[in-house]
């Protein structure tokens, strides 16, 4: 109950932060996009991490508030970087569960879109296998009008849910995220790698790029490109980065 008071005065004093982990082609060492990832700057606690606070925030459905601020700084963000003159690199934002299921998901999304003049083309939206392969039906529904407003979607945690082959046919998605617990003994166990390495095959196969996580290693990437993942994000390139050192990031790297 202490965490979920001072949780409801960290959205009313707008107390979060988003921090940008880099996501590169391998082939090219291009910037392509940023994952933002949500920090609570708390007065008492300092920086406080997703897994802390999260949780509460989806039960207590504050999650919703929370995650309307987030898209709505990535978008801010994205139109700053591009009034400054970057090249342009994809934002991609977490949602959860209850966002998805928002009666008026797309119409918000597309009013913090205008308001800060952010294009849908900077913005991509990550889901994670497990809250699309719920409701499937439904996921397929919302997941198309966010694509037919031209946002970029992404399949997060791939491989680690109950997932449906026929069903993710059918998912409007641009990518599959292959999750980190496959990447991290991807060159000494041939299970891990087996599932990298088809999930890769099978999203080419659909039409569907392919990000790896928490890629931390030279072998761990070498892996990777051999198998023709497309973008890799993780520590061997770099950890999430405060918003200056991310565009710091930006301008060495696009
Ligand atoms: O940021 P970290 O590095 O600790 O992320 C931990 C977890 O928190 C990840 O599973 C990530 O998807 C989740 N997360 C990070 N930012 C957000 C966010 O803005 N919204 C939601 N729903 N989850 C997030
Ligand atoms: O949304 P998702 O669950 O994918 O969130 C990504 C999480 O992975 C964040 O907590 C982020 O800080 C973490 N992460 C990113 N790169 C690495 C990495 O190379 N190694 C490890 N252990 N964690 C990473
Ligand atoms: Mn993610
Ligand atoms: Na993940």
């Not at 990518?175 to 991807?186: G, P, Q």
């Not at 890769?200 to 892996?223: C, N, P, R, W, Y």
Request: proline content about 5%; charged content about 25%; hydrophobic content about 45%.
């Amino acid at each position: 109950l202490a965490i979920e008071n001072s949780l409801r005065s960290a959205v009313t004093n707008d107390e979060f932060v988003l921090h940008y982990q880099p996501q590169l082609d391998p082939a090219t060492g291009k910037l392509l996009g940023f994952e933002a990832l949500v920090r609570w700057q708390s007065p008492d606690n300092g920086l406080v991490y997703p897994d802390r606070f999260i949780p509460v925030a989806e039960e207590t459905g504050m999650i919703l508030e929370i995650g309307r601020r987030v898209f709505e700084m990535a978008c801010q963000q994205a139109a700053r970087w591009r009034d400054a003159g970057y090249p342009s690199v994809r934002i991609a934002v977490n949602l959860s569960a209850r966002q998805l299921r928002q009666p008026d998901l797309p119409e918000m999304l597309s009013g913090i879109m205008k308001e800060c003049g952010a294009d849908p083309e900077m913005i991509e939206l990550e889901v994670t296998e497990s809250m699309t392969m719920e409701r499937p039906v439904e996921s397929i529904r919302i997941l198309g009008a966010l694509k037919a407003m031209g946002i970029g979607l992404a399949i997060d945690d791939f491989g680690t849910g109950y997932s449906s082959l026929s069903y993710l046919k059918l998912f409007p998605v641009d990518k599959l995220k292959i999750d980190r617990s496959f990447v991290k003994d991807i060159e000494v166990d041939p299970d891990d790698a087996a599932i990298a390495s088809a999930t890769i095959a099978m999203a080419h196969t659909l039409g569907k790029k392919v990000v790896a996580e928490g890629v931390e290693s030279q072998a761990q990437l070498d892996f990777l490109v051999q198998h023709g993942c497309d973008i890799i994000q993780g520590y061997f390139y770099s950890k999430p980065l405060a918003v200056e050192e991310a565009e710091q990031y930006l301008a060495r790297h696009a």
